[in-house]
């Protein structure tokens, strides 16, 4: 038998150590499996319970007292910028988007017939002062001619008075032949003119204050004419100022309708003006929440258009009813099938002065919003 070849007895035995090594291996191998995943499945309920207990216990003290909803809008007061005059528009101060001041030009419309109109009633005005200044000095003049008639009166009445007695003296002589016919006659004569002279100046009296009355009334009614056509000019003058279109609030312009020719006439829109320093929140929490609602309480807002970034607010105010009472068409439910549906009641939400000052929050915006349900009274108290 040659070197090279094998015998059957050493691959016999060759075979038989590999296969119990290979079977060593797999008991080693099945050995290790088991001990594995027994490490990773404790591991495992290990990070549930931590994850479970951290989530548990800030649920517990936290996140229980909070009465969360996403039917939530940011809302503001949009003011509708309308015209007040007709006319055609001359100009266009602002552009949609820009930011304005209270008070700042918005547009203009051609205010050539309106000051016309201002300068006819200015013109009428300027007359009837001019008729009033006129029967002032007439009344003056009147008022003069009493004061002359008075002691003319006076003057007349003691002439009179001298003249009868006169009279009287000389008609007392002729019956003793001591006085002449002719004495007598002229005495008589001198006593009725006296008397008529006293007649006239009663009568220029009762004249000149009857003129005085009549002047007066007629300067009342001037006046009361002057003031109607001051009325008018203010309303004119008013009338002009219309025509420029003035911003009330300060805000953002938005929905800009008017071009440079258009023409418009008295509630013709213009624009819309957002005042985004005053946002707010309105939010609809269910029926069922509302109970653990009150004004005052501390909410926090998440805005969609800002992932990752929370608002601070307040509760303001609540509903007196929910938002279906004030729909067009509210429910009737007395006849017909019946389906119970939870309703909404619209909460308002202050937001905070430094983030509306901010004017970030555009109206319109959807918001989550969660309120902090634990009585503000009583955690200022605990503080």
Excluded: C
């Excluded at 007040?84 to 100009?91: F, I, L, Q």
């Excluded at 003296?169 to 007598?184: K, N, W």
């Amino acid at each position: 038998m040659s070197r090279g070849a094998s015998s059957p007895v050493g691959t016999a035995e060759v075979a038989a150590s590999r296969s119990g090594r290979e079977a060593a291996g797999d008991g080693h191998a099945g050995a290790r499996g088991p001990s594995r995943k027994r490490v990773v499945l404790v591991a495992l309920l290990a990070v549930a319970l931590l994850a479970g207990g951290y989530f548990g216990y800030g649920w517990w003290t936290h996140g229980r007292f909070f009465v969360s909803t996403d039917d939530a809008y940011v809302g503001a007061d949009v003011t509708i910028l309308a015209a007040k005059a007709s006319g055609y528009v001359t100009a266009v101060e602002v552009e949609n988007n820009q930011n304005v001041q209270a008070g700042q030009v918005i547009a203009r419309i051609d205010d050539g017939d309106y000051r016309l109109a201002l300068k006819a009633a200015q013109d009428r005005v300027a007359t009837q002062e001019a008729a009033i200044e006129r029967i002032g000095r007439q009344i003056e003049a009147a008022e003069a001619q009493v004061r002359q008639a008075e002691p003319q009166i006076a003057a007349a009445r003691a002439d009179a008075v001298r003249t009868a007695a006169d009279y009287e003296r000389q008609a007392r002589l002729s019956q003793s032949d001591f006085a002449s016919r002719a004495r007598l006659e002229q005495s008589l004569a001198d006593r009725d003119r006296a008397a008529a002279n006293v007649q006239a100046a009663e009568a220029a009296l009762v004249a000149a204050r009857a003129n005085v009355a009549v002047l007066r009334a007629q300067k009342d009614e001037a006046e009361r004419v002057a003031a109607e056509y001051r009325t008018a000019a203010a309303r004119a003058e008013r009338d002009l100022s219309f025509t420029v279109v003035r911003a009330p609030v300060s805000g953002v312009v938005g929905n800009r309708a008017v071009e440079v020719g258009a023409y418009v006439q008295p509630g013709t829109r213009l624009a819309a003006l957002v005042p985004l320093d005053t946002v707010r929140v309105d939010a609809n929490f269910k029926e069922t929440q509302l109970a653990r609602i009150r004004p005052g309480q501390r909410v926090e807002l998440e805005v969609d258009a800002f992932p990752g970034r929370e608002f601070p607010g307040v509760v303001e105010s609540i509903a007196p009813a929910s938002g279906a009472q004030f729909s067009l068409l509210p429910p009737e439910n007395a006849t017909g099938n019946f389906t119970k549906i939870v309703q909404r009641v619209p909460v308002r939400i202050k937001v905070d002065p430094g983030v509306a000052e901010e004017a970030v929050l555009r109206p319109g915006l959807s918001v989550v919003v969660r309120v902090d349900s634990r009585d503000p009274r009583t955690e200022q108290a605990s503080r």
